[in-house]
């Protein structure tokens, strides 16, 4: 696999590695905070998770930056020495250098600004379903001249038949297809390709779990439009990238809110996705029908909106939109 020497094989040693990292915070953290709306939990996961990607994509990839979500000010700042302590420690169980200023100076290398080739990375995607115990990703993409080249998602809580289980990786390059790897066994990897399924009507739609994150009548108006018979599955992260690259569902859209009707996707929230779908033989757009556009910085600001499906059914996707305006 293309991923077995050289620089991927360190970008893949990366992302497992950054998968059992958020999952350890995920066990051992998470569930004693969850009765107290306490966020620290996934706080304490994105700082080492970045840090671990700083130090790492930084010695594999020299010269080529990392644009991250993250900075260490929050660490430095008041109330930050106790989580700064946690992230130490959770790195030091990969790196055993890590130290307080180490692991800032890391953390800050994700800090750099887009440019012609350079790291993407979402180092927790899915806050709220790491809080709760559902789907959460690290999401990592190379992107050059404007095109996701290499990356992947490490779904720590996802099985390779498309239900919870004990963690997926999904991996592509461009021209050499997607792929997904049992966390936990990566002997076992297998090619991945998306459902045939071309009748919107027998589609399945993933949708986010918070309502708060797309226009819920308009997708429920949609749904309608189309006479789609299956209910749409609400899920958190990334995650939902990997479960249509593989074959269960063919649809994942992405309204503006009424509340934020200007909004703009990051590109964090995007990067790896992309490339594990499109490879996998679906494709990608904005809700007008145009491909995502790496090229104007932290945010997706030549499109709106997303409409990722298998393929098949998109340009039908993309009429009812049109239609349900």
């Known amino acids: 696999m293309f991923w077995n020497t050289g620089q991927d094989a360190a970008m893949v040693a990366f992302l497992r590695d950054a ?26 996961a994105d700082f080492a998770v970045q840090a671990l990607a700083g130090l790492r994509l ?20 008041p109330g930050g020495a106790e989580s700064l302590k946690q992230v130490v420690e959770y790195v030091r169980r990969f790196e055993e250098r890590a130290s307080a200023r180490r692991v800032c100076e890391w953390i800050d290398r994700g800090g750099a600004a887009p440019g012609g080739r350079f790291w993407v990375l979402d180092p927790v995607d899915g806050t709220k379903g790491f809080l709760r115990g559902g789907q959460y ?10 095109v996701v080249t290499v990356g992947g998602l490490a779904c720590p809580a996802l099985g390779l038949d498309g239900e919870p289980g ?48 797309t226009n819920v009548d308009r997708i429920e108006a949609l749904i309608r439009h189309l006479g789609m018979k299956n209910p749409p599955v609400p899920m958190d992260s990334q995650a939902k990238y990997a479960m249509v690259a593989a074959g269960y569902g063919e649809i ?25 779908l499109e490879e996998a033989g679906g ?12 090229t104007r910085g932290r945010r997706l600001e030549a499109n709106t909106g997303l409409l990722a499906s298998n393929g098949a059914v998109h340009d039908a996707v993309l009429e009812a939109i049109r239609r349900t305006a």
């Open 252 to 276: 994942i859209l992405r309204m503006p809110s009424p509340d934020a009707p200007d909004y703009r996707e990051k590109i964090w929230d995007h990067a790896g996705g992309v490339v594990v």
């Open 166 to 213: 004990n963690g997926v990786l999904t991996l592509a390059r461009r021209g050499k297809g997607a792929f997904i790897v049992p966390l936990d066994a990566p002997e076992f990897c297998r090619p991945i390709r998306v459902s045939p399924c071309a009748d919107p009507r027998r589609a399945v739609l993933l949708r986010s779990f918070e309502s708060g994150h």
């Open 137 to 146: 990703a690290v999401s990592l993409g190379l992107v050059e001249d404007g």
């Open 283 to 294: 494709r990608v757009t904005d809700i007008e029908g145009k491909p995502y556009d790496f």
């Open 58 to 77: 930084g010695a594999a990839y020299p010269g080529v930056p990392v644009v991250g979500e993250e900075n260490s000010a929050p660490l430095k700042g």
């Open 19 to 44: 998968a059992r990292l958020a999952r350890m915070v995920r066990d051992e953290l998470a569930p004693e905070s969850l009765t107290k709306e306490d966020r620290s939990p996934v706080t304490v």
